[in-house]
């Protein structure tokens, strides 16, 4: 009977101790994501205001932000490109100086192809990244549309006008990484305007 007794008052102390750290745990996550949200919007207000801006000065903008920041391990910016504009789009990109750009996907193996014909594409257009791997991470091109997981936050935040996170995913660092960490994105929809347009059809 002292057994039993003894054995309860042990579970109950090991059922609390799993509780608070699961709380703990809820409460560190969500206030990761609240910044990073801050972040990624005061980052976007900044974005708004130039108009064809480089890879170079993408990251000399975002890289205070993202230093802030060490929860994020990528930072991409990710337009919508249409299918009738996919050709100048690279074009303009390589003359910006990214010569090799072009739009790439994974296969069912994980290696690069070009990405496929779609009404709809979202490119990795530019990108800063911190890899605790230490190998080299390289996103540019990726076309995200290749992906279900990922587009259905994307397509989520682009609706309501505001950021969304996405589910857990193995997360592609590069055309031949062999490091994918499980992870996920938080999308924040950027407009024109700089504004969220009220009707859903305008966003």
Do not use: C
């Amino acid at each position: 009977l002292t057994l039993f007794f003894i054995n309860f008052d042990r579970a109950n102390i090991v059922k609390s101790e799993i509780e608070q750290r699961s709380s703990d745990f809820a409460l560190s996550v969500s206030e990761t994501l609240r910044i990073s949200v801050e972040n990624l919007q005061a980052l976007s207000n900044v974005l708004v205001y130039f108009e064809d801006i480089n890879n170079v000065q993408f990251k000399g903008i975002t890289s205070n932000y993202f230093e802030a920041d060490p929860g994020l391990l990528i930072l991409e910016w990710q337009p919508i490109v249409t299918k009738a504009e996919r050709l100048d789009f690279v074009k303009k990109i390589r003359k910006q100086g990214l010569e090799n750009f072009r739009l790439w996907e994974p296969d069912a193996s994980g290696n690069p192809i070009s990405a496929k014909e779609r009404n709809e594409h979202v490119p990795v257009l530019y990108m800063l990244s911190r890899n605790p791997n230490g190998d080299d991470i390289n996103t540019l091109g990726l076309d995200l549309a290749w992906s279900p997981e990922r587009m259905k936050s994307k397509l989520e935040a682009r609706d309501s006008g505001r950021a969304k996170s996405s589910e857990l995913f193995r997360i592609v660092t590069g055309k031949d990484a062999r490091y994918e960490p499980m992870g996920f994105a938080i999308t924040l929809p950027v407009y024109e305007s700089g504004i969220v347009p009220v009707e859903p059809e305008q966003r």
